[in-house]
Protein backbone atom coordinates (compact mmCIF):
# COMPACT_ATOMS: atom_id res chain seq x y z
CA UNK A 1 0.00 0.00 0.00
CA UNK A 2 1.58 3.52 -0.93
CA UNK A 3 2.09 5.69 1.78
CA UNK A 4 0.96 8.57 -0.90
CA UNK A 5 -2.16 9.58 -1.73
CA UNK A 6 -3.78 7.84 -4.37
CA UNK A 7 -4.77 10.00 -7.28
CA UNK A 8 -4.98 10.66 -10.79
CA UNK A 9 -4.42 14.50 -10.24
CA UNK A 10 -2.95 16.01 -7.56
CA UNK A 11 -4.81 15.47 -4.47
CA UNK A 12 -3.82 19.15 -2.69
CA UNK A 13 -4.41 21.38 -5.81
CA UNK A 14 -5.71 19.66 -8.71
CA UNK A 15 -2.61 20.23 -10.62
CA UNK A 16 -2.58 17.92 -13.77
CA UNK A 17 1.81 18.40 -14.69
CA UNK A 18 3.80 16.16 -12.90
CA UNK A 19 7.51 14.88 -12.08
CA UNK A 20 8.13 11.32 -12.26
CA UNK A 21 9.70 9.56 -9.18
CA UNK A 22 10.57 6.25 -7.96
CA UNK A 23 7.71 4.28 -6.56
CA UNK A 24 8.82 3.17 -2.78
CA UNK A 25 6.42 -0.05 -2.86
CA UNK A 26 7.39 -3.35 -3.45
CA UNK A 27 4.86 -3.74 -6.62
CA UNK A 28 3.96 -0.54 -8.70
CA UNK A 29 2.62 -0.31 -12.17
CA UNK A 30 3.93 3.24 -12.57
CA UNK A 31 5.90 5.80 -11.17
CA UNK A 32 4.86 7.77 -8.27
CA UNK A 33 3.93 11.51 -8.97
CA UNK A 34 5.33 15.18 -7.66
CA UNK A 35 2.74 18.19 -8.49
CA UNK A 36 5.30 20.87 -10.20
CA UNK A 37 3.03 23.49 -8.50
CA UNK A 38 2.63 22.29 -5.35
CA UNK A 39 5.07 19.68 -4.73
CA UNK A 40 2.96 17.01 -3.66
CA UNK A 41 3.99 13.50 -4.03
CA UNK A 42 0.99 10.81 -4.78
CA UNK A 43 0.48 8.10 -6.22
CA UNK A 44 -1.66 7.02 -9.43
CA UNK A 45 -4.26 4.32 -9.12
CA UNK A 46 -3.71 0.89 -10.00
CA UNK A 47 -4.89 0.52 -13.79
CA UNK A 48 -7.30 -2.15 -14.39
CA UNK A 49 -5.12 -4.54 -16.18
CA UNK A 50 -2.98 -4.90 -13.03
CA UNK A 51 -5.98 -6.64 -11.38
CA UNK A 52 -6.54 -8.64 -14.43
CA UNK A 53 -3.03 -9.64 -14.49
CA UNK A 54 -3.17 -10.97 -11.14
CA UNK A 55 -6.34 -12.75 -11.37
CA UNK A 56 -4.74 -14.58 -14.07
CA UNK A 57 -1.15 -15.50 -12.77
CA UNK A 58 -2.71 -16.69 -9.45
CA UNK A 59 -4.26 -20.03 -10.99
CA UNK A 60 -1.36 -20.45 -13.15
CA UNK A 61 1.46 -20.20 -10.32
CA UNK A 62 -0.65 -22.00 -8.30
CA UNK A 63 -1.07 -24.90 -10.10
CA UNK A 64 2.87 -24.42 -11.53
CA UNK A 65 3.67 -24.78 -7.49
CA UNK A 66 1.26 -27.49 -6.91
CA UNK A 67 2.87 -29.45 -9.54
CA UNK A 68 6.44 -28.63 -8.77
CA UNK A 69 6.04 -29.54 -4.99
CA UNK A 70 4.41 -32.78 -5.79
CA UNK A 71 7.59 -33.94 -7.94
CA UNK A 72 10.10 -32.31 -5.71
CA UNK A 73 8.50 -33.54 -2.25
CA UNK A 74 5.73 -35.57 -2.70
CA UNK A 75 2.57 -34.86 -2.86
CA UNK A 76 0.96 -37.25 0.16
CA UNK A 77 3.93 -36.27 2.68
CA UNK A 78 3.69 -34.02 5.94
CA UNK A 79 6.07 -31.67 4.32
CA UNK A 80 4.49 -31.89 1.17
CA UNK A 81 0.94 -30.88 2.43
CA UNK A 82 2.43 -28.07 4.54
CA UNK A 83 4.03 -26.56 1.51
CA UNK A 84 0.72 -27.11 -0.52
CA UNK A 85 -1.27 -25.20 2.34
CA UNK A 86 1.37 -22.37 2.45
CA UNK A 87 1.18 -22.04 -2.06
CA UNK A 88 -2.43 -22.04 -1.17
CA UNK A 89 -2.53 -18.89 0.91
CA UNK A 90 -0.30 -17.16 -1.01
CA UNK A 91 -2.33 -18.26 -4.55
CA UNK A 92 -5.73 -16.96 -2.65
CA UNK A 93 -4.16 -13.56 -1.40
CA UNK A 94 -3.35 -12.51 -4.86
CA UNK A 95 -6.44 -13.31 -6.48
CA UNK A 96 -8.42 -11.81 -3.55
CA UNK A 97 -5.32 -9.01 -4.62
CA UNK A 98 -6.70 -8.66 -8.51
CA UNK A 99 -9.93 -8.36 -7.09
CA UNK A 100 -9.67 -5.86 -4.55
CA UNK A 101 -7.79 -3.86 -7.37
CA UNK A 102 -10.73 -4.51 -10.19
CA UNK A 103 -13.27 -3.05 -7.58
CA UNK A 104 -11.23 0.33 -6.78
CA UNK A 105 -10.77 0.72 -10.20
CA UNK A 106 -14.27 0.59 -11.18
CA UNK A 107 -15.03 2.60 -8.16
CA UNK A 108 -12.61 5.18 -9.42
CA UNK A 109 -13.99 6.34 -12.50
CA UNK A 110 -17.67 6.13 -13.08
CA UNK A 111 -19.00 6.63 -16.44
CA UNK A 112 -22.10 9.26 -16.96
CA UNK A 113 -23.76 9.88 -20.28
CA UNK A 114 -20.75 8.75 -22.09
CA UNK A 115 -17.91 11.03 -20.28
CA UNK A 116 -15.56 9.63 -17.71
CA UNK A 117 -15.49 11.27 -14.77
CA UNK A 118 -13.44 10.25 -11.39
CA UNK A 119 -15.51 9.21 -8.56
CA UNK A 120 -15.80 11.89 -5.98
CA UNK A 121 -15.91 15.03 -8.36
CA UNK A 122 -18.66 17.45 -7.52
CA UNK A 123 -20.90 18.13 -9.56
CA UNK A 124 -20.44 21.83 -10.14
CA UNK A 125 -17.81 21.47 -12.18
CA UNK A 126 -18.00 22.19 -15.72
CA UNK A 127 -15.71 20.78 -18.75
CA UNK A 128 -16.68 23.27 -21.16
CA UNK A 129 -13.38 23.78 -22.37
CA UNK A 130 -12.60 27.20 -20.58
CA UNK A 131 -9.73 27.62 -18.08
CA UNK A 132 -10.68 26.91 -14.72
CA UNK A 133 -11.00 29.54 -12.51
CA UNK A 134 -7.25 30.42 -10.48
CA UNK A 135 -7.35 31.63 -6.63
CA UNK A 136 -5.29 34.69 -6.31
CA UNK A 137 -2.05 34.23 -4.59
CA UNK A 138 -2.10 35.01 -1.00
CA UNK A 139 -1.12 38.41 -0.20
CA UNK A 140 2.04 39.23 1.34
CA UNK A 141 2.38 41.78 4.09
CA UNK A 142 6.09 42.93 5.12
CA UNK A 143 5.33 44.91 7.99
Same mark, same amino acid.
Given at each position: ? &??????? +? =?????? $?? #???? $?????????? %??? =?? !????? #??????????????? !???? @??????????? @? +?????????? =? %?????????? +??????????? &?? /????? /???? !??????? *?? $?? /??? &???? *??????? &? #??
Amino acid at each position: M &SKFPISR +V =CPQCGG $KE #YSLR $KPKTFVAFTA %DRV =CK !ACLTR #YSPPTPPWGGVMFLL !AAPV @LGLLGFVLIAL @L +VGPFTLLGLA =C %DGVLGLFVLA +VFIGGIRILIA &SA /NQVEL /NGGQ !ARRAGDS *EK $KE /NDG &SPRA *EKPPPSR &S #YL
